[in-house]
């Protein structure tokens, strides 16, 4: 059984950081891509940010390149995204996915593991 679990959401203020954990277990780590998403109320999921099994290739969406780094630690089977300078827009609930494949998309479809999801509060 897969389970990914996430921590690190709270509130901040705009401007301001947090560090986004998921820990995965029941999965050779090393051998998928995981991903993160963002679903605001009401709204589509969508992809944030993605890293591929080999820990090289990562990829971002446009509205948060620059300001958002995702990383991956093998030994400890977990998957970090680093949020700088937060805006409101950055606020919904977040979720880690892990894919079907040792490459990252941006596909909701190609992931079959996610976490219960973690809230992020940016006050403006």
């Known amino acids: 059984q897969v389970q990914l679990v996430e921590s690190g959401g709270g509130l901040v203020q705009a401007g301001g950081s947090l560090r986004l954990s998921c820990a995965a277990s029941?999965?050779?780590?090393?051998?998928?891509?995981m991903s993160w998403f963002r679903q605001a109320p009401g709204k589509e999921r969508e992809f944030v940010a993605g890293?591929?099994?080999?820990?090289?290739?990562?990829g971002y969406s446009d509205s948060v390149k620059g300001r958002f780094t995702v990383s991956g630690d093998n030994a400890a089977n977990t998957v970090y995204l680093q949020m700088n300078s937060l805006k409101p827009e950055d606020t919904p609930t977040y979720y880690c996915?892990?894919?079907?494949?040792?490459?990252?998309?941006?596909?909701?479809?190609?992931?079959?593991?996610w976490g219960q999801g973690t809230q992020v509060t940016v006050s403006s």
């Open positions: 029941g999965r050779a780590f090393s051998s998928y891509a």
């Open positions: 890293i591929s099994r080999d820990f090289v290739n990562t």
């Open positions: 996915a892990t894919s079907r494949s040792p490459y990252y998309s941006q596909n909701i479809h190609d992931y079959d593991y």
